[in-house]
């Protein structure tokens, strides 16, 4: 058996006043109601949470979210409302802090003490566009529109305007940055591609024998039907940056994270001044 989402669900009373307190929690508003009763956030990854009205069972129903700075996490919670401390286990593994819905469910947020598997670097924007997810879908899988996507001038035209197909797919674009000597040309490997949802890709240099080498980060964008509009996620990851490469370049992140908050802002303006 492959696993490939999971989805607790947990009952409430009453949907409106749910629906704001994991809006609290989580950020954001929920990402889709696949019947009128529920609501559901995606926590990436194939996770996600979903709210249901059925009042008959509300309540006392726990569920626990891994986060990886627990006290990072309550900071962003609390400046929303939501207030909690966080305590160790006795046994040093974790700690937790144990939060209660308006419903009556248990949420349990948990940093473990001792996991030792890669720290994961990255910064996740969202904004909602109001556009059709394949209007927007098309939009990106066209290179020359790159151009638009981002606050500054540093990605320029596009070499091959030719529209961008699949996964393995290979689209250069024009660059130009002060810091890296002028302009360049950046060679982006396609690694996901699921037409009006997700399309991703791995900035790569190109050697002289053709051979793509990648940095070690990507971009992806992923996008979700929210209403009349579209929930629209960037994903700026650099975790498998080598050292060599960082030093090389000045250091990791090459952008700050107000830079994806902009990019969806020019993504958002590209797209209603093309309508």
């Known amino acids: 058996m492959q696993i490939i989402r999971t989805l607790p669900v947990l009952f409430v009373d009453d949907h409106e006043t749910a629906i704001d307190w994991y809006t609290k929690l989580f950020g954001r508003t929920f990402d889709r109601r696949p019947m009128d009763p529920d609501a559901e956030w995606d926590l990436g990854d194939g996770r996600g949470v979903q709210i249901y009205h059925d009042p008959a069972r509300a309540g006392g129903h726990d569920v626990v979210l891994g986060v990886r700075d627990l006290d990072d996490t309550l900071s962003d919670i609390g400046s929303r409302g939501i207030d909690a401390e966080a305590f160790t286990v006795p046994s040093g593994q974790f700690k937790l802090a144990a939060l209660t819905d308006p419903a009556g469910n248990n949420v349990i947020l948990s940093q473990s003490l001792t996991d030792t598997q890669p720290t994961i ?47 393995g797919h290979t689209f250069a674009v024009n660059m130009f940055l002060e810091a890296a000597g002028g302009h360049y040309v950046m060679h982006n490997l396609v690694t996901a591609f699921e037409r009006d949802r997700i399309i991703a ?46 030093e090389e370049i000045g250091g990791m992140p090459a952008v700050p994270m107000s830079f994806l908050d902009d990019s969806l802002a020019a993504l958002d303006a590209a797209i209603c001044t093309a309508k």
């Not at 990255?122 to 927007?136: C, G, N, Q, V, W």
């Not at 940095?215 to 629209?232: M, P």
């Open 121 to 167: 670097e990255r910064f996740i924007s969202t904004r909602t566009i109001d556009a059709a997810a394949s209007e927007i879908f098309s939009f990106l899988t066209d290179p020359d529109n790159h151009q638009h996507t981002e606050p500054t001038d540093w990605v320029r035209d596009a070499v091959d305007t030719s529209p961008i197909t699949g996964p």
């Open 201 to 246: 890709w791995l900035p790569c240099s190109q050697r002289s024998d053709g051979e793509l080498d990648a940095g070690g980060w990507w971009w992806r964008y992923e996008l979700a039907s929210h209403d009349n509009a579209t929930r629209v996620t960037l994903t700026y990851d650099w975790s498998d940056t080598p050292a060599a490469v960082r």
